[in-house]
């Protein structure tokens, strides 16, 4: 979906994905260190669930629309992250400079994806954790969520091949009910990743 598409999608007044947490995020996210990085954030509902933990957050994506909704949801619950707008295609973070990255239904065509997984390994502080969810190949056809592009979907051989130089945690498909929004909702196929940079 391209920048102009997400703008018109996060401009409506309801929150396209819902304003709470993916919940796998949750129930990981005391793996987290800060400052947290979370990539393709949208309307900030993951961000500001971590700022409310006591997390610095840095949320990126590429719309302009979901990052100020964004902002407008962190002051309704009284917390701070910090937003920037950026394509991901040319998205460079910093060596070393987090102690998490979030990577919650990012779907990335697989020649973003080589550029910018090293990128994210590289960013993460050493003990640094990356938690990410996908909707898993499996998905397609089930219409609960997520493209239909197969490319931009995920694998356990996947995040294996692509996510080099971290120690698995966790690294599964599941079926859950996902619902998360009017466009995340139902039974769905998912790839659920816990990563740790070496010490």
């Not at 994506?61 to 992250?81: N, Q, Y």
């Not at 080099?164 to 990743?193: C, D, M, N, P």
Request: hydrophobic letters at 40%; one cysteine or more.
């Amino acid at each position: 979906m391209s920048q102009p598409d997400w703008n018109a999608r996060f401009a409506e007044t309801e929150f396209a994905y819902g304003a709470e947490p993916n919940s796998f995020l949750v129930q990981n996210a005391s793996w987290l260190k800060a400052p947290v990085l979370s990539i393709a954030e949208g309307e900030g509902r993951n961000a500001v669930f971590l700022a409310a933990q006591g997390l610095n957050v840095h949320a990126v994506d590429s719309s302009h629309v979901g990052l100020a909704k964004a902002e407008r949801l962190a002051a309704s619950k009284s917390v701070i992250i910090s937003t920037e707008v950026v394509d991901l295609q040319d998205f460079a973070p910093e060596p070393n400079a987090y102690g998490g990255a979030v990577s919650i239904y990012a779907h990335l065509p697989s020649p973003l994806r080589t550029r910018l997984y090293p990128l994210l390994v590289k960013t993460l502080k050493p003990g640094g954790v990356l938690i990410l969810e996908s909707y898993a190949e499996n998905q397609i056809g089930r219409g609960t969520g997520g493209p239909s592009n197969l490319d931009l979907l995920m694998t356990c051989d996947k995040v294996e091949r692509e996510l080099v130089g971290l120690e698995t945690i966790l690294l599964q498909e599941t079926e859950r009910e996902v619902i998360e929004g009017k466009f995340h909702t139902g039974l769905a196929s998912v790839i659920q990743y816990v990563g740790k940079k070496p010490i």
